[in-house]
């Protein structure tokens, strides 16, 4: 099956700096790369995704990026807000055999911005 | 924007009760999904369903779970003989189509006591 690994598990940066976060993944038939922003005792929210036809995608300060050969994918947010301050997960999708599909999660990083 | 909506937000039970998660997906969407969440983890997948059957599931989705789609609008996930390790966040979710970015319902707390 999909293993996701993700790095770092916390990561704190100034107001206005940018923040990388990476992700691996082992299956190459994975297809599709979403990231989810989950603040404490809330559900998961899409912020950005990205699909294995596409090697970068941006959105505002937002950005994704998709190495399919290295089978890794990273978020960058730049000009942090203590508002980006969450748990941020990467997530891989991979359709199985009986014609389902699943995401398979990375195990978060901790984003605190500081003044 | 629509939203998953799902019932109840928190429930505490016994040990060895069963107990129904209720869930309600967005209306035109064909792809229900549940993932549980157990604190300060991960989200980890439990089933997928579309075309009222399973499609996929994964190995903590044992002989003690199972999913229902009873009236075209309810997705539900019943718990049977609950244990204590079953207690974390659930999620719903549903999607309009295989390859797209799923809408996480707000979660149910199931605590097991």
């Known amino acids: 099956g999909e293993n996701v690994e993700q790095h770092p598990s916390t990561l704190s940066v100034q107001e206005g700096d940018s923040a990388v976060i990476k992700c691996t993944y082992s299956d190459s038939a994975s297809n599709y790369f979403p990231w989810y922003k989950q603040e404490l005792g809330k559900r998961p929210q899409l912020i950005i995704d990205?699909?294995?036809?596409?090697g970068e995608k941006k959105d505002q300060r937002i950005a994704v990026t998709l190495n399919k050969t290295a089978k890794h994918f990273s978020l960058h947010i730049t000009e942090t807000q203590p508002e980006d301050s969450a748990v941020y997960f990467c997530a891989a999708h991979l359709e199985g055999r009986g014609g389902g599909n699943k995401l398979t999660f990375g195990t978060g990083t901790q984003l605190k911005v500081e003044l | 924007e629509p939203e998953v909506t799902q019932t109840p937000s928190h429930q505490v039970t016994q040990m060895g009760q069963e107990v129904i998660l209720r869930c309600v997906p967005i209306?035109?969407?064909?792809?229900f999904y549940w993932y549980r969440q157990i604190l300060g983890q991960k989200v980890e997948f439990l089933v997928s369903?579309?075309?009222?059957?399973?499609?996929?599931k994964s190995e903590i989705f044992d002989d003690q779970f199972s999913v229902e789609r009873p009236d075209g609008s309810n997705f539900t996930l019943k718990i049977r003989s609950t244990k204590l390790e079953d207690s974390a966040m659930y999620f719903c979710a549903s999607g309009a189509s295989r390859n797209y970015g799923y809408t996480f319902g707000s979660g149910t707390r199931l605590t097991v006591v």
């Open positions: 990205i699909r294995s036809n596409v």
């Open positions: 369903f579309y075309n009222n059957e399973i499609s996929e």
């Open positions: 209306s035109n969407h064909l792809y």
